[in-house]
C-alpha cells in the first residue's frame, strides 16, 4: 500500500475502533522521545489510539504508523512529507508503532527527534526489541511510559462504577465481586473484557514469551533448562527465589547448565515484563543488588492457570501490581524486609515523607490475621525508624496499637482507591 492510501485508511480505521480509557499519564515533551513499554498483550497500541482521544486530536494534527503492516515507507521524513501534502501542515503528534520493523529505525527516529518539532511516541516488540535498547540506541534521549495490564481502577472505570458511589451497598459488592474475580483470573485486557477464554490465553501467552520473546530473540538452545527455570518462578510467586535451588534442581535431574546462564535466565524474563524479581530493603545500593530477590508475576492470572488459587499469594501479588501501576517502581521505590531472623514485611515504600510498610493478608476477620505478620510489621517498624505501617486485608478494617506502633488494617478495594502516584507522597 502506498503512504499516502496507508496514512488517510489508517485514520479511519483508528476512528471505528472501540477503545477503553486508560489512567495512564504522560507528560509529553518534545526534548525527549516517550517509548511506551510494558509486557505483551498488556495494550501499548490501544494505549496510543486513548491518548489520541484524551487529547482530541484531529486526523491533521497526528501521523500514526505501524511498521508491521504493509505501507511503503522509506525514511520518517518521507512520511512527514506526505502528511503536509495531504493536511497542509506537519504532525504535531508522531505515533510509530511496532518500530523495530523499521530498518535503520533509530536513526530516523532520533533525525526526526532533533528538530524539536514533534511530540514523539514509539512502541516496540519485546521480542524483538527491549526497552534498555530502546534508551541504549536513542542515547538517553527517551522517558519511558509503562503500560500494564488494566489497574482496578481502570476496569472500575470501564465497567460504569462510580468511584464516588463505591460506599452505597449495591455498589460495593458489585465492586467485590469484579476485584474477586480480578483477583483469580488477572487483568489482562482480554480477559477483563472477554475477548479470550483463560486456559486458552495464557497457555498461548506463554509459549509466546518462551518462544518468541526469548528463544527465538536470544537464540537459546536449552529449552528444557529455561522451561523448568519459568515454572520455579511461577510457583515461586510472592515468595523468594533462589537460583542456587534451581541450579541444584536441574543438577539432580541430570541438566547441565551453569548458575550463569540462569541468571541471564532472570535478567531476560524481568527485560520482557515477565516478571519483577523484588530485592530486600537496605541502605547500601550494593547490599540490595546482592540480596535474594522475591519473585512476582506481572498477572495473577498466570498463577491462577498454572498453580491454581492460591488466595495469600494472590492477594500479595496484586499489591504489588497496584503499586506499580500508580508509578512506584520496583528496586528503587518498592522492596521487601527481612530480619536476620527471618521476620518479613511484604513492602518497604520509599516516599517523599519517608518509609512505609505494608503486609498483605487475605484475611476477613483479626482472627484470621497471622500474629507473625504483626510482629514483623512492628519490628520493620523499629528496626527501620517508621511510623507509617499498613496491612491490606480482604475485609478486616480498624486500627490497632501493638507495642507502642499504630498499625491500620484497611480492605483491599478501600486501599486500591486511596493509592496516588508516588510523586503525591
Request: glycine share 6%; aromatic share 14%.
Amino acid at each position: 500500500m502506498d503512504l499516502s492510501t496507508y496514512m488517510v485508511t489508517k485514520k479511519e480505521s483508528i476512528r471505528d475502533i472501540e477503545v477503553k480509557p486508560r489512567m495512564i499519564e504522560v507528560n509529553e515533551n518534545k526534548n525527549f522521545i516517550i517509548s511506551v513499554i510494558g509486557p505483551r498483550r498488556a495494550g501499548k497500541t490501544y494505549f496510543l489510539y486513548d491518548l489520541m482521544r484524551r487529547r482530541g486530536l484531529s486526523d491533521e494534527s497526528y501521523l500514526f504508523l505501524n511498521f508491521e503492516e504493509p505501507v511503503d515507507v522509506r525514511s520518517l521524513d518521507e512520511a512527514v512529507t506526505a502528511h503536509y501534502e495531504i493536511y497542509g501542515s506537519e504532525p504535531v503528534y508522531v505515533f510509530l508503532d511496532e518500530i523495530q520493523a523499521f530498518p535503520g529505525w533509530e536513526k530516523h527516529v532520533y533525525s526526526l527527534y532533533e528538530r524539536k518539532r514533534h511530540f514523539i511516541f514509539l512502541t516496540g516488540s519485546s521480542s524483538k526489541l527491549l526497552a534498555r535498547e530502546i534508551a541504549t540506541q536513542l542515547r538517553g534521549r527517551s522517558l519511558p511510559t509503562y503500560v500494564y495490564p488494566f489497574s482496578f481502577k481502570e476496569i472500575l472505570r470501564i465497567s460504569g462504577i462510580a468511584e464516588e458511589k463505591l460506599y452505597s451497598l449495591y455498589a460495593e459488592s458489585k465492586m467485590r465481586h469484579l476485584l474477586q474475580t480480578c483477583l483469580r483470573k488477572g487483568f489482562f485486557p482480554d480477559i477483563v473484557l472477554g475477548n479470550s477464554e483463560p486456559h486458552k490465553f495464557f497457555r498461548e501467552y506463554l509459549d509466546l514469551v518462551i518462544y518468541k520473546d526469548i528463544i527465538e530473540r536470544f537464540g537459546l538452545r536449552n529449552r528444557h533448562a529455561l522451561e523448568y527455570f519459568i515454572e520455579s518462578c511461577i510457583s515461586s510467586n510472592a515468595s523468594t527465589f533462589s537460583v542456587h535451588k534451581v541450579y541444584n534442581s536441574l543438577k539432580s535431574q541430570g541438566i547441565k547448565v551453569s548458575k550463569k546462564t540462569l541468571y541471564n535466565f532472570q535478567r531476560i524474563l524481568e527485560d520482557v515484563s515477565f516478571g519483577i524479581f523484588l530485592r530486600k530493603y537496605e541502605r547500601s545500593r550494593r547490599k540490595i543488588e546482592l540480596s535474594m530477590p522475591k519473585f512476582y508475576l506481572i498477572d495473577n492470572g498466570i498463577y491462577t492457570y498454572f498453580e491454581g488459587e492460591n488466595l495469600g499469594r494472590l492477594m500479595e501479588n496484586i499489591v504489588l501490581l497496584e503499586l506499580l501501576k500508580a508509578g512506584f517502581m520496583p528496586n528503587r521505590e518498592v522492596f521487601y524486609w527481612k530480619s536476620l531472623r527471618g521476620e518479613e514485611v511484604d513492602f518497604v515504600l520509599e516516599t517523599s515523607t519517608g518509609l512505609k510498610l505494608i503486609q498483605a493478608t487475605y484475611a476477613s476477620g483479626r482472627d484470621e490475621v497471622n500474629k507473625r505478620e504483626i510482629y514483623s510489621l512492628v519490628k520493620a517498624a523499629k528496626a527501620l525508624g517508621t511510623k507509617n505501617l499498613e496491612v491490606v486485608t480482604w475485609q478486616l478494617e480498624e486500627s490497632l496499637e501493638i507495642d507502642g506502633e499504630k498499625i491500620f488494617f484497611k480492605p483491599l478495594w478501600k486501599w486500591i482507591l486511596s493509592l496516588s502516584s508516588p510523586l503525591k507522597h
